[in-house]
């Protein structure tokens, strides 16, 4: 609401602005030009923020996580209360393994009452912050709130929480909240990412390989589907196969937030480059 009377008085002032230019002072082509330049660098530094953002927005789309964050930090830091900016940062510290900052920042924009769209995506961001920290009954006490106060919760919340079960040692939870995800999302790679790991995890492996399969399939940047898809292989004498799937799942990296470590893939590596050299 703040951003939408931020625009409209950002409008307002530029009609009466161009009005006495042109009627008032009669400023010529050159004059009028000049005026815009100020207006749009008075546009800048009132929308610091959302222009900071935009930035940010354009390095993490290709990768560039250090110049993302940076950015981020700089728009949460040019307008603390603004709840979008939160979020952004939030994500980011997440995916760096900074749970305890992401907590703090998602806090302070929660408490400034933020729209329904902002605050599901805060409550998301913070149920993960949990995960990462491995406080894993905060985590879903937060999803489930969500979950109580909205009911048009998407299926990468699902997705979440359902995982978060899992890790929980509640896989009758997991199923039930992961089958409400697919069912939102039919080609929500994490969803298909979570039944291979608790199909993984029963010793259902055909069922667990159909789904990591799927997860790839909508999503080929998986590390962890990448990971089991390998131990599979491996278990079933595909060697060629394990080893490129797990040259995947090195290749995709992961997060705080991935169930696979990098040591583990690097061990799995390992071995196959040993025995190539036998």
């Not at 964050?69 to 995916?95: G, H, Q, V």
């Not at 196969?241 to 799942?249: C, D, M, V």
């Amino acid at each position: 609401m703040k951003n939408i009377l931020r625009l409209v008085a950002v409008i307002a002032a530029v009609y009466l602005i161009n009005y006495v230019a042109l009627n008032v002072l009669r400023f010529g082509t050159i004059g009028l030009i000049a005026v815009y330049v100020v207006i749009g660098l008075a546009l800048v530094c009132f929308f610091r923020s959302t222009f900071l953002t935009i930035i940010a927005n354009s390095h993490f789309t290709r990768k560039r996580m250090d110049k993302a964050e940076k950015y981020f930090e700089m728009a949460y830091k040019t307008d603390p209360n603004n709840a979008r900016a939160c979020s952004n940062y939030a994500i980011l510290l997440i995916r760096a393994g900074k749970g305890e900052e992401a907590i703090e920042v998602i806090k302070r924009g929660l408490g400034n009452k933020p729209q329904p769209i902002i605050e599901k995506s805060l409550m998301l961001s913070l149920g993960s912050a949990y995960w990462a920290m491995k406080d894993l009954d905060s985590s879903i006490r937060t999803f489930e709130e969500m979950r109580s106060k909205y009911s048009d919760v998407n299926s990468t919340a699902l997705a979440t929480l359902g995982f978060v079960y899992h890790l929980n040692g509640n896989d009758e939870k997991a199923l039930e909240v992961t089958k409400l995800a697919l069912e939102k999302g039919p080609m929500h790679a994490s969803a298909w990412d979570n039944m291979g790991q608790i199909n993984y995890k029963k010793g259902n492996i055909v069922a667990a390989k159909e789904a990591f399969l799927k997860a790839v399939e909508y999503n080929p940047r998986l590390a962890d589907s990448h990971y089991y898809l390998g131990e599979i292989a491996e278990a079933e004498g595909e060697t060629e196969a394990a080893k490129l799937y797990f040259e995947n799942a090195d290749e995709r990296g992961v997060i705080s937030l991935n169930t696979v470590t990098q040591e583990m893939i690097d061990a799995k590596l390992a071995k196959y480059r040993a025995s190539s050299v036998e």
